[in-house]
């Protein structure tokens, strides 16, 4: 169905009367988050950026459903290095310390070509200076893991496929492929690249014409990737498990249109990532490349194509391959997968809103897909703590806040990805960046490069607030400050309220 029109009113929340400058206060008691009134979040999709959100709301005391259309929690993938763009979050929330316990610190990156001759080393000893904390090399599944335990059980439906929603001024119903339906205040689409939501939002907003053309395309897609987690393996057969920090290894394949990684984890597994570079861009609509589907079968022919790329490292310190850890895959680790590129411009419409990979979409090479989907969770969070769930036009001024603060952050993300991802490309400028990198000066790389990389390190305004120990001051908050200013006006004004009270009453 169409989405309503909803006659916004004159919105009650202006963010821009509070200066983005303001110092962090504070953050509010429990009893003052009860006395608020809290919107109902229905969140579809439990990936990283749903749980985190999820999360996030329940230490708000925020009311929230997760709605997830797999019917049994299970999450596929290579590792992830993380850690230092998402340190001061995991510490509000109190898990910061499981999250090292199931990563290693990332110090280097060691590039070779294809037939393990040494390339560059990209170093990253100084990213703890500048950020205050380490990243870490973390399995996928168990970064999951850590995320869902932290989710009660009666917040997180499996087996809900979102067949449609509607919205309008009194709130937003989704429909669910098994005839139930779930009403609540907010929608959040956070079901992936291939979102249900964002598909049938921008359905609906084109009808209306509202639709910019560029969000009117198929997703394109430029690779196909191979992943998944060896069994643990004994680190006296294999010495570089041995190391406390965790092991970066990229082959890039000049003569093949194959480029790979292999991580190393505190479990003493090997994580892969094997990367197919296509001749052309495609798309879902358009599919040129008739080997790209994705399942069981698709993986398992991918699999035997890549055995033969070598990997260094392996059994008593010797060079393997990529079919040699497979080989010591369980075959339900092993995903096959497009990697998707793009940015949408529509983030938003009516009550519905997206993060994520269901609002952008970024290579894999830039190492910044989970942490930008907890970023978006964070500022999001923030404008829903503060926001009266009866007022369409405040939900408005949430969403366009989040968007302001999240799309340009995101758009300068999905640039640095797209250079990460020429390492590996195969064309003219894939070969100039690889070759300005590999000569880039240690100092100029640090400062143009990996300094600002890691500039953000967002925390919520709902929560006790972090000391943030990093040389390089965090880039700007927005959400931060604006709803701490929020909080401080409406915690002043009920205390002047309940004082004009109590001398109502004594009198």
């Known amino acids: 169905m169409p989405v309503p029109e909803i006659a916004l009113p004159e919105p ?10 303001a110092k962090p206060k504070p953050s509010m008691t429990e009893e003052e988050l009860a006395n608020l009134e809290k919107p109902k979040v229905l969140i579809v999709g439990a990936g990283i950026g749903g749980l985190t959100l999820g999360i996030l709301l329940k230490k708000g005391g925020i009311p929230f459903e997760i709605y997830e259309r797999a019917k049994e929690v299970k999450s596929l993938g290579s590792a992830l290095l993380v850690g ?13 310390e499981e999250f090292q316990a199931i990563g290693k610190p990332n110090i280097q990156t060691e590039v070779y070509k294809e037939d ?8 990253h000893d100084y990213r703890a200076k500048n950020t205050g904390g380490d990243d870490y090399v973390v399995a996928r599944p168990d970064l999951y893991d850590l995320l869902l335990r932290q989710i009660p059980k009666e917040n997180l439906h499996l087996g809900k496929r979102i067949q449609s929603f509607e919205q309008n001024m009194e709130g937003v119903m989704i429909r669910c492929t098994d005839n139930t339906t779930h009403f609540g205040d907010i929608l959040v ?25 560029s969000d009117d395309v198929p997703l394109p897609f430029t690779t196909v990737c191979l992943v998944g987690q060896t069994r643990p393996m004994d680190p006296e057969e294999y010495p570089v498990l041995k190391s406390p920090n965790g092991a970066f290894m990229s082959m890039l ?26 001749e052309h861009k495609a798309g879902k609509a358009n599919d040129v ?7 069981p079968e698709a993986a398992e022919t991918m699999s035997r194509e890549v055995r033969h790329l070598k990997v260094p490292n392996g059994k008593d310190g010797n060079d393997w391959t990529i079919g040699d850890i497979i080989d010591q895959t369980p075959k339900d680790s092993i995903s096959k997968c497009l990697l998707e590129e793009k940015v949408f411009s529509t983030w938003y419409g009516g009550r519905t809103v997206l993060i994520g990979d269901a609002c952008h979409k970024f290579n894999p090479a830039g190492k910044s897909g989970a942490a930008a989907a907890m970023h978006d969770a964070v500022a999001l969070a923030n404008w829903i703590c503060v926001l009266r769930p009866k007022n369409p036009a405040d939900i408005n001024v949430a969403f366009e806040e989040y968007y302001k603060e999240r799309f340009p952050i995101a758009k300068d993300t999905f640039s640095n990805s797209q ?3 020429k390492l590996a490309g195969k064309d003219f400028r894939a070969m100039a960046v690889t070759h300005l990198l590999k000569r880039l000066p240690l100092w100029l790389w640090k400062r143009l490069l990996a300094a600002k990389k890691n500039e953000a390190r967002p925390q919520v305004s709902f929560l006790p607030l972090v000391e943030d120990k990093g040389a390089r001051p965090p880039a700007p908050q927005p959400s931060l400050y604006k709803t701490l200013a929020l909080l401080e006006t409406r915690a002043k004004a009920e205390t ?6 109590y001398m109502s009453v004594a009198v």
């Open 12 to 21: 009650m929340l202006d963010p821009s009367v509070y200066a983005s400058t």
């Open 84 to 96: 230092s763009k998402v340190m001061t979050l995991l510490q509000q929330l109190q898990i910061y």
């Open 116 to 123: 393990l001759e040494p390339y560059f080393t990209m170093n």
């Open 189 to 213: 689409g956070s079901d992936g690249a291939h979102s249900a939501v964002r598909q049938h939002l921008f359905h609906d907003l084109k009808k209306n014409d509202k639709l910019p053309a």
């Open 253 to 278: 394949g000049f003569e093949t249109r194959y480029s790979w990684s292999v991580f190393t984890t505190i479990k003493n597994t090997f994580c892969f990532l094997v990367v197919l570079h296509l």
């Open 289 to 295: 490349f008739t080997d790209s589907k994705c399942g």
């Open 419 to 421: 250079m990460y991802s």
């Open 496 to 501: 002047k309220k309940n004082h004009s009270t």
